[in-house]
């Protein structure tokens, strides 16, 4: 919604027409023509009166709007702090300020700590209480103002008990033991943990229970707690000689460094090492302090400490000022006011620095007032104030933003100078598509013609740049970004989105041929705004060159004759062997057996060392050369299945099929005549075609086919799942086996919906009584979950790279070393 309307007044630029009548004035564009007594003031406020109530109207929207959004954001704040969704964000704030705050302890409070030295003088835990009377002489000894044991005095053996006994009766009123909930030992119950008689006459019982968060620490401590009958003080609350009611909390300061409380080791105590008077007018708390004994606790910021810490931490809270915890309701209601005013003040700057003055006060005042021992929780306040103003803040500058140029307000869609304030570089090959005669098609569209026709543009374009973000470029251009890994694949995807592109767009009632063309940049390192037009120039080549796409290569002076120089020499390099063909195994997933190879062609240039596939494969689709070359491997893929049959006569080789040779019979001529040459049975030679092709050339590419399966010449779909397959095309294609794109194998492990295709494809294969083919095998859980899914064959780099037929079949041989599993 918009904030900020342009005022509008005087009535200036309307045209308006009102009845000639007397007393009544005609304006005609904005010019008043007067009749009767009615002044040209007068003429205005007519003409103005719609106007005024149009603009309150619209005012009264927008006020509106704005107070449903902020009694939302109000209501989604208050459940925000009703259920504690902010509390990690709290404790991590206030984790911050007590780092800022950090402080030594008063020294007043000391721990003795029953610890691992202690454990190996005296024994293992539990002690006989006559070492706890002993050790009760020696903190006296010691100078201990008051003793605070941390631990549960229940009866054990009876003569230690009664030593203990008559420690804590030579010290009346200096003595405190804990009491708390036993929850494990009665499923469902709550029972009190009360020391035995003998000790609770002699001695205070205090309190050590304490709320434990999921993190497995404690923020807040009750004054006094109730356990059965007894009513007593927490045992921080007795150290600091302070009291409160029953149920109060108080938050615990943990700005006070753990490492800064005095620590003895009760082991020192009990062999007299500690000198008299070391501990005099002290409060002394004795407990566990070893993590055999389990007692360990989050301190926040300050890690695993024992609980005895946690108490002694308390109680400095308490020594210093009984805190005052606000929670936090008063800086939700600060929040409340400052995105209030945010939102309705009529002055933006002003209203806008209100809002960041409250986002910045939330931050800062929590500091201020924990020097005063007043803490508050801020999450629910910020959650407020920081959605709102993000809310607030795009609605009011997103038309802002598309002035600017980020958005295309026709498409909807990013436009390159988003792209361009994202960075100068990025680490994905850059796509560019090109729209031949699109300012002309426009051009004869009505006003909101355009919109359409950039919808249903839009629409086809999203089909081949799949998960991609489209980017809206001018003139009609549009670019993505993607994987240098996916442009193997993303080329059948050009040659389908142009077929898709065969089809007229219907815009009011007209039909329009829109031709497209592709641009590929991969000079990653260069910035974008050279790689846009980088890519926009190979578009732009391969539609003059009638193309589908290229792929921008500036690295060589004079690409354009490189090409035709790297056309005159492919006869003279099938000829001299520099293009030569490699063989990659297939593997049986059943048995682990090597039943077959794909036949990649290769070039290695005698100056230019190996040669890009794509490259010259293209070139030689484009420029009518491609017959030789498959017409070269087809017969060196024949000669080296010959030789594999008679070790193994189920084995069959597959050779890729060109799409431009399905629209002639000389493929069938091709396959008749090296089958012959060779002697090979058909079924050893795997013609591999993709639906994409079938789909480009129709009925001829079928009948082709189908000649070619009549011969018994098997045929495999290359590349399922990357051009525009449908089950009517799988049905009419005469192939018995289907071969997935790999780029499905390779995240099979990780992703569950390409398992899910992966399964569904294969039961479909099967369905149609083709076996199935998964590339990109690269690992052997890989293999496993194929070969558990029921794919019958396996090709990839973990079953074998591509290789010269020699060593090809150094690997298929049958002989005792061969590897069972490739």
């Known amino acids: 919604m918009a904030y900020a309307r342009r005022r509008q007044g005087g009535g200036r630029g309307f045209t308006r027409s009102v009845p000639c009548s007397a007393g009544r004035a005609v304006v005609m564009r904005g010019l008043p023509l007067h009749f009767g007594n009615h002044s040209p003031r007068k003429t205005r406020l007519i003409e ?69 030295k202690a454990l190996a003088q005296v024994g293992p835990w539990q002690w006989n209480r006559r070492e706890l009377a002993s050790l009760t002489e020696g903190l006296f ?141 002290k409060a002394v708390i004795v407990g566990v302090n070893s993590a055999l004994l389990e007692d360990i606790f989050v301190a926040p910021g300050q890690g695993r400490v024992a609980g005895v810490f946690v108490i002694a931490i308390g109680a400095e809270t ?43 006060a939330l931050l800062a005042f929590p500091l201020l007032l924990e020097h005063f021992s007043i803490f508050v929780d801020v999450a629910p306040a910020l959650f407020l104030a920081i959605v709102t103003m993000i809310i607030v803040g795009w609605q009011r500058f997103g038309a802002a933003k598309q002035s600017q140029g980020a958005i295309n307000p026709v498409s909807g869609l990013k436009t390159v100078n988003a792209l361009l304030r994202e960075g100068l570089s990025d680490p994905n090959i850059l796509v560019a598509v090109r729209l031949r005669r699109f300012a002309d098609i426009v051009s004869t569209l009505p006003p909101d013609g355009e919109r359409d026709l950039l919808g249903q543009i839009v629409s086809r374009l999203a089909m081949g740049a799949g998960q991609a973000q489209l980017l809206h470029g001018d003139d009609g251009n549009f670019f993505w970004l993607m994987p240098e890994a996916e442009l193997a694949s993303v080329v059948d995807r050009f040659k389908a989105l142009q077929l898709i592109f065969r089809n007229p767009i219907r815009v009011s009632e007209k039909s329009f041929d829109v031709e497209v063309f592709f641009g590929v940049d991969r000079e990653i390192h260069m910035p974008l705004s050279h790689r846009l037009a980088s890519a926009l120039a190979a578009a732009h080549a391969a539609s003059e060159e009638g193309g589908c796409w290229k ?12 090409a035709l120089s790297l056309l005159g020499e492919l006869d003279q390099a099938i000829d ?7 063989y990659q195994p297939k593997m049986e997933l059943a048995t682990g057996a090597i039943v077959g190879a794909e036949a990649l062609v290769r070039w290695t240039h005698a100056t230019r060392g190996p040669i890009d596939p794509a490259e010259f494969v293209e070139m030689a689709e484009r420029h009518g050369r491609i017959d030789r070359l498959t017409a ?125 295709v992966m399964r569904s494809t294969i039961e479909l294969a099967h369905t149609l009584g083709m076996h199935v083919v998964a590339e990109g095998v690269e690992t052997a859980e890989t293999l496993q979950m194929l070969r558990a899914m029921g794919c019958e064959i396996g090709q990839g780099y973990h079953i074998g790279r591509p290789m010269e037929w020699l060593s090809f079949m150094d690997i298929f041989s049958p002989r005792p070393s061969r590897a069972a599993d490739g």
């Open 48 to 116: 103005d009166l719609p106007m005024r109530r149009s603009r309150i109207r619209r005012n009264s929207q927008a006020s509106g709007s704005k107070r449903k959004l902020l009694g939302w954001l109000v209501l989604l704040s208050l459940l925000f702090g009703l259920v504690e969704f902010g509390q990690p964000f709290d404790l991590a704030l206030r984790n911050l300020r007590d780092k800022a705050r950090a402080q030594p302890t008063s020294g007043k409070v000391v721990v003795v700590g029953i610890d691992d």
């Open 141 to 281: 000894a010691a100078g201990a103002d008051r003793v605070f044991f941390d631990l549960y005095f229940k009866p054990m053996e009876r003569g230690g008990d009664r030593k203990f006994v008559e420690a804590v009766a030579r010290h009346p009123g200096r003595v405190f033991v804990a009491s708390g909930l036993d929850n494990y030992s009665r499923p469902g119950q709550s029972v009190p943990i009360l020391p035995m008689p003998e000790i609770a006459g002699k001695a205070e019982t205090v309190s050590v229970m304490r709320w434990i968060h999921y993190w497995n620490g404690a923020t807040t401590v009750s004054y006094r707690r109730q356990f059965g009958s007894h009513d007593v003080r927490s045992m921080e609350a007795a150290i600091a000689g302070v009291d409160g009611n029953r149920g109060e909390e108080f938050p615990i300061d943990y700005s006070y460094r753990i490492s800064s409380v005095p620590y003895i080791s009760a082991a020192d105590i009990l062999s007299g090492k500690v000198q008299a008077n070391a501990l005099k007018g």
């Open 318 to 360: 308490l020594l210093k000022q009984p805190p005052i915890g606000l929670g936090w309701i008063p800086p939700w209601l600060f929040a409340v006011g400052t995105t209030a005013w945010f939102v309705f003040g009529r002055r933006r700057r002003i209203a806008t620095a209100i809002g960041a003055a409250g986002i910045a």
């Open 551 to 562: 792929i921008h290569d500036p690295s060589a002076t004079g690409a354009r004759e490189w």
């Open 576 to 582: 001299a062997g520099h293009i030569w063909v490699a």
């Open 632 to 756: 070269f491997v087809l017969n060196d893929a024949a000669r080296a299945a010959a030789a594999a049959v008679a070790y193994d006569p189920g084995f069959a080789i597959s050779v890729n099929i060109s799409p431009q040779l399905l629209a002639t019979r000389e493929v069938v001529d091709m396959v008749r005549r090296v089958l012959r040459k060779h002697r090979l049975p058909a079924s050893a030679l795997v013609l591999e075609i993709t639906e994409t092709a079938a789909m480009v050339e129709g009925q001829t590419a079928l009948k082709l086919l189908e000649e070619l399966r009549a011969m018994g010449v098997e045929l495999s779909i290359d590349d399922y799942g990357t051009g525009m397959s449908t089950l009517a095309y799988l049905r009419r294609i005469p192939a018995n086996e289907l071969k997935v794109d790999k780029r499905f194998a390779a995240s099979l492990l990780s992703s569950p919906e390409d398992q899910a």
